[in-house]
């Protein structure tokens, strides 16, 4: 690799207001720097290599869609929609692959869940550790005089009190709403005291598992979870564009469209209303992407083999001076995401200058959670880093050269001096 100009930051006194407003810009020439990607809880990177290879060829040799013929390629396609159903049922142990229906995200999963199976007049009750992808579809019933919402607290660390669910239900309530994880502290909610809470009041569970389906493993009938909700792309390594949603059977049809359009059937009425899965998939699917979803869910690894690295990344951190670590309180329980900031810097000062200099790209912000910033102290008004945190999330592709590079870039920082060796 050819010479490239990088910049370099030195701190300078006194500094006031954003961190790079106050550094001395220094200009080094070096051979490049190798990236670190640090934000599966955004995305993976890469890709789980057999479901791109799958995708790929599917693509390249068939490239049907699914329900609108009958030939042969359209045949390869109706079988793939039918390969990932099953893949996911066994994952997550639904009772058969009827029970599921594929999504485009984790978030069209979530809305197409909660816009349709709550009901006018109804009361759901959900905690501040949750991502806007549930908090937003709620809040939007509450606005428009459709359900009632109470929005338990969380702890310093993003986990919830069961006994708070519980003393939140009320004689109207009809569902219980959690995450399965927090996006910014990495802590893994016990569902299993929330699950007899919803079977003692004879209401429904309905968990977000994005951050937790690939790297945890699932089983739904265990766990008494009535709906789970997830994104293909995070800890499954299948394409972006693809999601899943389990139903159990009792709910099923109840489930009214998000939308309406094609599903190729009754194609001769205007007012059908599709059964499930058709209720959820409607319109042309993303074939390619459901093609990956189907091998990253029959190759799904939860075997947790990245603990040892999230273990590290941790105590790493901890040593580090100047430094504010937000995790889980347990980790043994977590996923591999951490939130952090580091006194005197803005979080997306911080994140560019850790791409910038050293190539790890991580994610500074709020991270679309809107509620748990209150209760971790990281909001815009109480933080002195800009609002929110850098967050660090691992994934299976992680290595021990990645966990000792952002270590080394952040005791460089958290020293005032950062050098590349």
């Known amino acids: 690799m050819g010479l490239v100009t990088r910049r370099l930051y030195r701190q300078s006194e006194p500094c006031i207001g954003s961190v790079v407003e106050c550094m001395d810009e220094i200009e080094i020439e070096d051979s490049g720097v190798r990236r670190v990607y640090l934000d599966h809880a955004a995305t993976s990177w890469p890709k789980l290599a057999s479901a791109t290879a799958a995708a790929v060829d599917f693509i390249q040799q068939c490239g049907a869609t699914s329900g609108r013929g009958s030939y042969r390629s359209a045949q390869v396609a109706d079988r793939w929609l039918s390969d990932a159903r099953l893949a996911v049922a066994k994952l997550i142990n639904a009772s058969n692959s009827n029970c599921i229906a594929i ?11 909660l816009c349709g199976l709550m ?8 905690t501040a550790m949750e991502h806007n992808s549930v908090l937003r579809p709620l809040a939007q019933l509450v ?19 069961a006994e708070k669910i519980d003393a ?17 502290t990495g802590a893994v909610q016990r569902l299993e005291p929330i699950a007899d809470i919803a079977q003692r009041y004879g209401i429904g569970l309905m968990v977000d598992a994005s951050q937790t389906l690939g ?16 994104a293909g792309h995070k800890g499954l390594r299948a394409w972006a564009g693809t999601g899943l949603l389990y ?5 099923q049809s109840a489930v009214r469209p998000l939308m309406t359009g094609g599903t190729g059937s009754a194609s001769e009425l205007i007012d059908a209303m599709p059964s499930w899965p058709q209720s959820v998939e409607v319109g042309n699917l993303n074939l390619p992407g459901i093609v990956s979803l189907a091998v990253a869910a029959r190759e799904a690894d939860t075997s947790q083999s990245w603990r040892p690295l999230y273990r590290e990344l941790v105590a790493g951190l901890r040593a ?5 670590l937000l995790v889980a309180e347990n980790e043994e329980t977590a996923i591999p995401v951490i939130s952090l900031t580091v006194d005197g810097w803005d979080n997306h000062d911080l994140a560019n200058v850790l791409d910038a200099n050293f190539g790890i790209e991580a994610r500074a912000g709020l991270h679309c959670a809107a509620l748990v910033h209150n209760f971790i102290g990281t909001t815009l008004s109480e933080s002195a880093s800009g609002g929110g945190t850098l967050r660090l999330s691992l994934g299976h592709e992680s290595t021990k050269n990645d966990v000792q590079a952002v270590l080394n870039a952040l005791r460089a920082i958290t020293g005032n001096e950062i050098e590349i060796s």
């Open 320 to 324: 580090l001076p100047g430094l504010k």
């Open 143 to 161: 606005a428009s005089d459709r359900v009632e919402m109470t929005v338990v607290d969380c702890s310093a660390s993003g986990a919830v009190d």
């Open 119 to 126: 009901r006018e007049g109804e009361h759901v009750v959900t």
């Open 215 to 230: 790297y945890l493993p699932i089983d739904v009938a265990a766990m008494g979870i009535d709906v789970l909700a997830a």
């Open 247 to 251: 139903v159990a059977a009792k709910f």
């Open 103 to 113: 999504c485009n995200s984790g978030t069209h999963a979530l809305n197409a869940a």
């Open 168 to 184: 939140a239900i009320n004689g109207s309530t009809r569902w219980i709403v959690v995450g399965h994880a927090s996006n910014v």
